[in-house]
């Protein structure tokens, strides 16, 4: 079975500031692929960035990285520069890669950004 | 290209009655997911179908159901609404293994 454990409920970080948000992840495939997704108040769930298994390199977009240690089965998000409207929640989600896509969800972690 | 898309966005029913959404996915996308969100259970996998198969299927008692159209459009069902179905739920498309785009999500409320 896979589980995704996102131990930080809530932050709060000033503007312009760096953020890490924590994700540890367990599962027996060794093939498999880790996501970020932003969910603001408004319901929708937005795709931030992807991280597959047997990626050499951390995956980054934009002002988003992903710090990926797989031997300590971590993928910790990184929000450079942030901005008010970086206020979300944010989830870490893991998925097989073989068959059917399913995703399992961490419980989210609410950044407050302040100004 | 357009995104993923779900109808109706907000539902009111009432105990007992069923419900039916529906998800349009991004255009030649043909893997469909569907979640539910709530406060207490977080979000939890409800099925994925794939070329009209269901291709997995989460831990939901029967009264949940699904299916997939010729053109990847799919809907979900639920029968006998029970208060614990209020739910944001949301529907996901994939090409196939990879990045899964999610639509804004239909919020039903059962009284």
């Known amino acids: 079975a896979q589980k995704i454990t996102q131990t930080q409920p809530g932050m709060f970080v000033q503007e312009k500031e760096a953020v890490t948000l924590d994700c540890t992840y367990d599962?027996?495939?060794?093939?498999?692929?880790l996501f970020w997704y932003k969910q603001p108040s408004s319901g929708e769930m937005i795709f931030l960035i992807y991280?597959?298994?047997?990626?050499?390199q951390n995956a980054t977009e934009g002002r988003y990285s992903l710090n990926f240690q797989k031997a300590r089965k971590s993928a910790n998000l990184v929000i450079s520069a942030s901005q008010l409207g970086d206020s979300a929640m944010y989830f870490c989600?893991?998925?097989?890669?073989?068959?059917?896509?399913?995703?399992?969800f961490g419980q989210g972690t609410r950044l407050t950004i302040n100004p | 290209k357009a995104g993923v898309t779900q109808t109706p966005r907000y539902l009111i029913k009432t105990r007992g009655q069923q419900v039916t959404l529906s998800c349009s996915p991004i255009s030649g996308h043909r893997s469909v997911s569907w979640y539910q969100q709530t406060p207490g259970q977080g979000l939890q996998f409800l099925f994925e179908?794939?070329?009209?198969?269901?291709?997995n299927k989460g831990n939901f008692p029967g009264r949940f159901s699904g299916r997939q159209f010729s053109n990847s459009r799919s809907e979900m069902n639920v029968s006998t609404l029970e208060l614990g179905d209020s739910a944001l739920y949301l529907c996901?498309?994939?090409?196939?293994?990879?990045?899964?785009?999610f639509g804004p999500g239909t919020r039903l409320t059962v009284t």
């Open positions: 991280q597959g298994s047997y990626d050499e």
């Open positions: 989600a893991l998925t097989i890669i073989q068959g059917a896509q399913k995703l399992v």
């Open positions: 179908y794939f070329s009209e198969t269901q291709r």
């Open positions: 996901a498309s994939s090409l196939d293994a990879g990045e899964q785009y």
């Open positions: 599962t027996s495939d060794q093939s498999y692929g």
